[in-house]
């Protein structure tokens, strides 16, 4: 059993490594059992650093927190938090969160010399875990073209960098830049180098994105073969996705025995980004058969943090996108859906709800059938009746003839209009709200049942959140909002405002939608349409 499998098994502090020496008897036991299982894949998140230098997606200092945030939240090993020494700005953000962030390591970037080493290091130290992530490019193009030095000058500024950092904290890695287009002889000098001077990870960067999977694992498994005590630090690999192989590089890595990933949320990173979190993540659990390997991701966090990177760094992630997004788990083959609603593992290979889905969705298309109409419409909220069903199912034909797929709104519209109306079993009577920057939102509701209308009031994290918090203590029901979008149905400041929610009630998602000029009016309709929707499924 090799050093490093044992480091796999501990979160370790800065200051010590897990040695057998250190351990229990029963300690060791455990470490044996697991690590005869599997290895763990650190997974070291760059995606306020990497990610953020993607061209227009910068991040104020507040939004990188709430990243942060979610990023401990999804169990990252090391975020990355910036390079301090490229502003005063990244500088207070980096130690902003390396001040309130429990749990993950925090680590600072910095180039091999010793002014950007002692400002990362002033930026990390108060972190629970502090890092210093130091680099130089070892590529003949990098070390004559862009640094204008030799092999010997860069070997000394690696050894240089690596003590000065190791003088401040523990945790030091250092990464040789364009390694997977450095001499492979020269690679394993440095590398050999950075250990014997302290770094307690070495990171191999893909930097341009040039690597191919096989020839990557062979530039690991050379390193793993020829460089002294390796198996007693991490080997890392960051890679860039500019020939679209990122994650495969990194896995290959893996498989032939890198136990850390750089990698960032939905891709984010220079040029055509850095490998995705999410991939690397979800095919290390699906395929720890053949990889032998696990990480301590949560990842039923997977999609609500790539939602929050996608919002505030205002890049959309496609729908085709593996993962995260919105198509991923959508089936629109009869076949297909036919297999899904009677085994899942027909044709998913993953659970939806394991990165955070509340269950696949469903898109139908005209080859789709009555089986599956009726199910879908049950998750919707609807009941149907045989004769209901058989009129839904001729109208629904109709419209896939003439849409490709038939979206869960879609639905909605066919289904209303061919139902008999939907017993309003609430009216929005009045609604009065309150709020500004200096107040806390209020809002008071009147509801028409029948004769009688009852009122509550509520306060929110803002006026929609207060409206719905006053009608859910009319109702009495717990719902769960899932999803709230907000369009704009006319042109010019005076347009109708569309809302629909999303709402979950038992194991049902249910839509509803309102309309108005005033958006309140129209966000408060739609929950109460949700609602009746809800009583009236409820009741057949
Ligand atoms: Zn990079």
């Known amino acids: 059993m090799g050093l490093r499998e044992i480091k796999g098994d501990s979160r370790s502090e800065p200051g010590e490594l897990p040695h057998l020496n250190n351990l229990s008897n029963s300690n060791k036991n455990a470490v044996k059992e697991k690590s005869k299982m599997s290895r763990k894949v650190f997974i070291f998140d760059t995606t306020l650093r990497d990610g953020e230098q993607s061209p227009g997606a910068s991040l104020n200092s507040t939004e990188k927190m709430e990243i942060a945030r979610q990023l401990a939240k999804l169990n990252v090993d090391i975020i990355e938090a910036g390079f301090p020494i490229s502003s005063q700005e990244d500088f207070e953000s980096v130690s902003k969160i390396a001040q309130e962030i429990k749990g993950p390591t925090i680590c600072a970037l910095a180039r091999a010399v010793d002014v950007d080493i002692d400002r990362a290091w002033e930026a990390v130290k108060y972190a629970q875990k502090p890092m210093i992530h130091t680099f130089v490019g070892t590529s003949d193009i990098h070390i004559k073209g862009q640094l204008r030095k030799n092999r010997d000058d860069v070997l000394k500024m690696a050894i240089s960098a690596v003590q000065r950092a190791k003088s401040h904290c523990y945790e030091v890695e ?226 896939a003839d003439k849409k490709k797929n038939v979206f869960d709104e879609d639905l909605v519209a066919i289904i209303e209009d061919e139902l008999p109306n939907i017993p309003q079993t609430y009216y929005l009577d009045y609604i009065q709200v309150s709020s500004g920057t200096k107040f806390v939102p209020t809002a008071t509701i009147g509801l028409r049942q029948g004769n009688e209308v009852f009122q509550e009031a509520a306060y929110g994290d803002g006026p929609v959140d207060a409206v719905y918090k006053a009608i859910d203590k009319i109702t009495g029901l717990k719902l769960e909002l899932i999803d709230y979008s907000i369009q704009a149905t006319t042109m010019g400041k005076d347009a109708m405002g569309e809302v629909q929610v999303r709402i979950k009630y038992d194991h049902r998602t249910i839509i509803g939608r309102g309309a108005s000029t005033d958006i309140i009016e129209a966000s408060a309709k739609a929950y109460i349409n949700a609602i009746n929707k809800l009583l009236y499924g409820k009741a057949i």
């Open 174 to 399: 250092f990464s040789p830049m364009d390694a997977s287009r450095t001499d492979p002889v020269y690679l394993r000098e440095v590398v050999a180098a950075a250990i014997e001077y302290g770094a307690t990870v070495v990171n191999i960067p893909d930097t341009v994105g040039y690597a191919i999977p096989e020839q990557f694992a062979q530039i690991i498994r050379d390193l793993i073969e020829n460089v002294a005590n390796i198996d007693k630090i991490r080997i890392s690999v960051h890679c860039h996705d500019d020939l679209g192989m990122s994650t495969s590089n990194s896995i290959s890595a893996v498989k032939s025995g890198a136990t850390q990933i750089e990698c960032a949320i939905n891709g984010m990173g220079e040029r055509a980004g850095n490998t995705p979190l999410e991939e690397v993540v979800m095919a290390i659990k699906t395929r720890a058969d053949y990889l032998d390997a696990y990480t301590d991701i949560k990842t039923q966090e997977l999609i609500s943090t790539s939602k929050l990177v996608s919002r505030l760094m205002g890049f959309v992630v496609p729908p085709n996108k593996s993962i995260v997004g919105s198509n991923a788990f959508a089936h629109s083959s009869g076949i297909h859906q036919d297999g899904v609603l009677k085994e899942r593992a027909t044709f998913e290979l993953m659970n939806p709800t394991d990165v955070g889905l509340q269950q696949s969705e469903i898109i139908l298309t005209a080859r789709s059938g009555r089986h599956a109409l009726r199910h879908h419409l049950f998750e919707l909220g609807y009941e149907l009746t045989d004769d209901q069903l058989d009129k839904a199912y001729e109208r629904f034909l109709s419209v």
